[in-house]
């Protein structure tokens, strides 16, 4: 089945502009939310609005600007949180998920999430089936939730650029394999829907980001 129908909403959250992703069926009003960054108000009320069941909360990877909304966002909807084992003591760790790194940024500490991931699992979430793709390189416990022809893929790759590696975790190497052996191997139409900045497709950054262009 393809998510013709499901509505997928971007809101952009806290002081580094995160792509947090909310995505819902109108019919049934069970929704997902991906990524719920910091400042989450906007998010929180947007999910009231449409007085949504959230059923799950997806992590694609624990630095503190993509799970920042994790206590507001799981206080409001019971929904159990997934993260890639490798991150899974980031959420309650300042120094792991970088927030006690920048000046001006609050230590972010969440509670345990709900379910650990390993990469390659199916998930079945919205009447969708979504696959689970460990991406590491930008964090180590980086994922990429496959969702029919879109991808939800964090800061794994962005439109003319891709992840940055000086965070604690990161390796270029290891990114730069991710993206060789599984993310430009999607079709050309996959949509990709980044964790900061626009969203892309992989046709697009196969053509034009300098940093695949050269390793095709």
């Known amino acids: 089945m393809g998510c013709e129908k499901m509505i997928i909403e971007s809101l952009v959250l806290g002081p580094v502009m995160t792509n947090t992703y909310l995505l819902y069926n109108p019919g049934d009003k069970h929704g997902v939310v991906i990524d719920p960054g910091m400042e989450p108000a906007a998010l929180v009320r947007r999910i009231q609005e ?5 059923e ?12 920042g909304g994790i206590r507001e ?5 019971k929904a159990p949180v997934y993260v890639h084992e490798l991150e899974a003591d ?14 001006g940024i609050p230590p972010i500490q969440c509670g345990p999430a709900d379910y650990s991931l390993k990469g390659g699992e199916q998930l079945f979430f919205l009447g969708q089936d979504w696959q689970v793709m460990h991406t590491p390189g930008h964090s180590p416990g980086s994922v990429t939730y496959v969702l029919g022809s879109v991808i939800f893929c964090g800061d794994v790759l962005f439109k003319g650029s891709i992840g940055r590696t000086d965070l604690p975790g990161g390796d270029h190497d290891t990114l730069m394999r991710t993206l060789h052996d599984h993310i430009m191997e999607l079709p050309e139409e996959t949509r990709v829907l980044c964790g900061h900045g626009p969203e892309t497709t992989i046709g697009r950054e196969q053509a034009y980001n300098p940093f695949v262009t050269g390793m095709l």
Do not use: M, Y
């Not at 799950?56 to 799970?67: L, V």
């Not at 966002?73 to 909807?77: D, E, H, I, K, M």
């Open 50 to 54: 449409l007085g949504l069941e959230i």
């Open 56 to 67: 799950a909360i997806f992590i694609t990877h624990a630095h503190f600007d993509h799970i």
């Open 73 to 77: 966002v799981r206080a409001l909807t």
């Open 90 to 103: 980031w959420l309650g760790d300042p120094q792991k998920n970088g927030s006690s790194l920048f000046a």
